[in-house]
């Protein structure tokens, strides 16, 4: 099993910045993918960012220019650097790890989910 771990959600100003970090850990053969999702009050989980490990990203609409999402292979966490923060940015922010695992002589492609980490902008 893969454990996924967020920190550095908290509570900032409008315009301002944060910076969340997800390490992943356990039993894998690796991690091919990581990426953040979100999911505010009242709304489906979105995409937020997500990085494969050949480092080739994808953006969210709404967070395009403002965030950037980065991965440090060789410790198996991804950052996920947000600027220019707005009301809306607030929600529950899932980190996502995308592995390879073998269990019981198989390997399988498997997608483990954090616990999530709350992040409200708000003055």
């Known amino acids: 099993q893969v454990q996924v771990v967020e920190s550095g959600g908290g509570l900032v100003q409008p315009g301002g910045s944060l910076r969340l970090s997800c390490a992943a850990s356990?039993?894998?053969?690796?991690?091919?993918?990581m990426g953040w999702y979100r999911q505010a009050p009242g709304k489906q989980r979105e995409l937020v960012a997500t990085?494969?490990?050949?480092?080739?990203?994808n953006y969210g609409d709404s967070v395009k220019g403002r965030f950037t999402i980065s991965r440090d292979n060789a410790k198996n966490t991804v950052y996920l650097q947000m600027n220019s923060l707005k009301p809306e940015d607030t929600a529950v922010y899932y980190c996502?790890?995308?592995?390879?695992?073998?269990?019981?002589?198989?390997?399988?492609?498997?997608?483990?989910w954090g616990q999530g980490t709350q992040v409200t902008v708000s003055s």
């Open positions: 996502n790890a995308g592995a390879v695992v073998f269990n019981a002589g198989n390997i399988r492609r498997r997608d483990y």
């Open positions: 356990g039993s894998f053969v690796s991690i091919y993918a």
């Open positions: 990085i494969s490990s050949g480092d080739s990203t």
